[in-house]
């Protein structure tokens, strides 16, 4: 079957900076920029170049410090946006610019003050402004999914007539759902005469907790590229994050049948840089990178996994770079990941023995939340002297 190829469009420097509380230096944006490069990121948006004149340069030092991938920035539908942008990434290898007006009538009404007509106006006057500098332009009608479907038509039709190479269909406010969002994405394309002529992209927010599952639903509906962040911040509930959608489009080939650039052997290694420089914490039990996403705990689930690991694990922690598997051992745990335990710290234990022994570690099991190694290796001591007595 025909495998689709889908771009990843990374912008934590971007609507991850819209995190409370998160703000990246020039340096550190350099890094993280390099380090996306290096996890196969297609695109990355450094920033917002209009914003000020410390994200002007910032965007401008990761601009001409990448190497494959390409660099954009933000731009409202303003001359002086564009300008900044096209000043801020003239000069790296491969640049793109990012295009983006509210087209919602919540937003045309309280937020922009226009019209429709004035609306679709600004639309043809400021992508084709920015083709004149920009050959990749992608526009965003920000709050698509709360704009009236054959507005939102009319909208692309005319951004994709000036010039627009890259339509990104944002869910500003994490509003949809996986199945409206396909349907959205159905009706675009029976409707968008030149749907096929250029690239559509999904940016999804996660205020309903569906940000990755939207994006996902885009992707199998049409669109071909996917932006959002790592860890999933950003603005609010933060962004779909590409490490799990990545991940998704990895052990769901079968369904997607899409592939993309992305090494998901590195993925740690991002994942932790930006938790890092981000002073996010990565939570435990995260999908991908969570200390507990390759830790299994209950005894059922240890005897499976000693048994086969694709009991209980459908990708191997070593393919997102997570070192090893993990059976902690606590009250659930059953003896069979006992014994292997005691067997690994360089005892030999019969079945008959774990008899005795089991029935030990479960009374500390009960009153501790993890039973360590130096644990282990105590009840061994004991029973021990005790059988040699
Ligand atoms: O969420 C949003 O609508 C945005 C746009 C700028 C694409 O971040
Ligand atoms: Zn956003």
Same mark, same amino acid.
């Given at each position: 079957?025909?495998?689709?190829?889908?771009?990843?469009?990374?912008?934590?420097?971007?609507?991850?900076?819209?995190?409370?509380?998160?703000?990246?230096?020039?340096?550190?944006?350099?890094?993280?920029?390099?380090?996306?490069?290096?996890?196969?990121?297609?695109?990355?948006?450094?920033?917002?170049?209009?914003?000020?004149?410390?994200?002007?340069?910032?965007?401008?030092?990761?601009?001409?410090?990448?190497?494959?991938?390409?660099?954009?920035?933000?731009?409202?539908?303003?001359?002086?946006?564009?300008?900044?942008?096209?000043?801020?990434?003239?000069?790296?290898?491969?640049?793109?610019?990012?295009?983006?007006?509210? /087209?919602?009538?919540? *937003?045309?009404?309280?937020? +922009?003050? #226009?019209?429709?007509?004035?609306? $679709? !106006?600004? %639309?043809?006057?400021?992508?084709?402004?920015?083709?004149?500098?920009?050959?990749?332009?992608?526009?965003?009608?920000?709050?698509?999914?709360?704009?009236?479907?054959?507005?939102?038509?009319?909208?692309?039709?005319?951004?994709?007539?000036?010039?627009?190479?890259?339509?990104?269909?944002?869910?500003?406010?994490?509003?949809?759902?996986?199945?409206?969002?396909?349907?959205?994405?159905?009706?675009?394309?029976?409707?968008?005469?030149?749907?096929?002529?250029? /690239?559509?992209?999904? *940016?999804?927010?996660?205020? +309903?907790? #569906?940000?990755?599952?939207?994006? $996902? !639903?885009? %992707?199998?509906?049409?669109?071909?590229?996917?932006?959002?962040?790592?860890?999933?911040?950003?603005?609010?509930?933060?962004?779909?994050?590409?490490?799990?959608?990545?991940?998704?489009?990895?052990?769901?080939?079968?369904?997607?049948?899409?592939?993309?650039?992305?090494?998901?052997?590195?993925?740690?290694?991002?994942?932790?840089?930006?938790?890092?420089?981000?002073?996010?914490?990565?939570?435990?039990?995260?999908?991908?990178?969570?200390?507990?996403?390759?830790?299994?705990?209950?005894?059922?689930?240890?005897?499976?996994?000693?048994?086969?690991?694709?009991?209980?694990?459908?990708?191997?922690?070593?393919?997102?770079?997570?070192?090893?598997?993990?059976?902690?051992?606590?009250?659930?745990?059953?003896?069979?990941?006992?014994?292997?335990?005691?067997?690994?710290?360089?005892?030999?234990?019969?079945?008959?023995?774990?008899?005795?022994?089991?029935?030990?570690?479960?009374?500390?099991?009960?009153?501790?939340?993890?039973?360590?190694?130096?644990?282990?290796?105590?009840?061994?001591?004991?029973?021990?002297?005790?059988?040699?007595?």
């Amino acid at each position: 079957m025909c495998k689709k190829q889908i771009e990843f469009f990374d912008t934590t420097l971007r609507d991850g900076e819209q995190t409370i509380g998160v703000n990246f230096d020039i340096e550190t944006k350099v890094q993280i920029a390099q380090e996306l490069e290096k996890w196969g990121v297609d695109v990355i948006e450094a920033g917002f170049p209009a914003a000020s004149k410390a994200d002007f340069k910032a965007v401008q030092a990761v601009a001409n410090s990448l190497d494959t991938a390409c660099v954009t920035g933000l731009a409202r539908a303003v001359t002086k946006d564009i300008d900044a942008c096209y000043a801020a990434t003239k000069d790296a290898n491969h640049k793109q610019i990012h295009v983006f007006i509210a /087209t919602s009538p919540i *937003h045309r009404e309280f937020k +922009l003050h #226009m019209t429709k007509e004035e609306n $679709l !106006a600004a %639309i043809q006057k400021y992508v084709s402004y920015a083709k004149q500098f920009f050959e990749k332009v992608e526009f965003s009608p920000e709050d698509a999914t709360r704009t009236e479907p054959e507005y939102l038509v009319q909208a692309i039709n005319t951004a994709i007539d000036s010039g627009a190479t890259v339509i990104n269909i944002a869910d500003t406010v994490g509003y949809t759902n996986p199945v409206e969002f396909g349907k959205l994405f159905d009706y675009l394309q029976a409707n968008v005469p030149r749907f096929n002529e250029v /690239t559509f992209s999904v *940016h999804c927010h996660n205020d +309903l907790g #569906m940000a990755d599952a939207n994006a $996902l !639903a885009g %992707i199998e509906h049409g669109a071909s590229r996917i932006e959002g962040t790592i860890n999933g911040i950003g603005e609010r509930a933060g962004n779909s994050a590409l490490e799990e959608v990545a991940v998704a489009l990895k052990v769901r080939k079968d369904f997607y049948q899409a592939h993309d650039n992305i090494n998901l052997e590195k993925t740690r290694d991002i994942c932790e840089m930006v938790s890092d420089y981000t002073k996010m914490p990565i939570p435990n039990n995260k999908a991908v990178v969570g200390t507990n996403a390759f830790s299994h705990e209950s005894g059922i689930h240890q005897d499976g996994m000693l048994k086969n690991h694709s009991t209980y694990e459908i990708l191997t922690p070593e393919s997102v770079g997570m070192g090893a598997t993990n059976l902690p051992l606590g009250k659930l745990s059953g003896s069979h990941a006992v014994k292997q335990k005691i067997e690994q710290l360089g005892y030999d234990v019969s079945n008959e023995e774990m008899k005795i022994i089991f029935p030990i570690f479960k009374n500390i099991a009960d009153q501790k939340p993890i039973v360590s190694t130096s644990d282990l290796k105590v009840i061994m001591n004991e029973y021990e002297v005790t059988a040699n007595e």
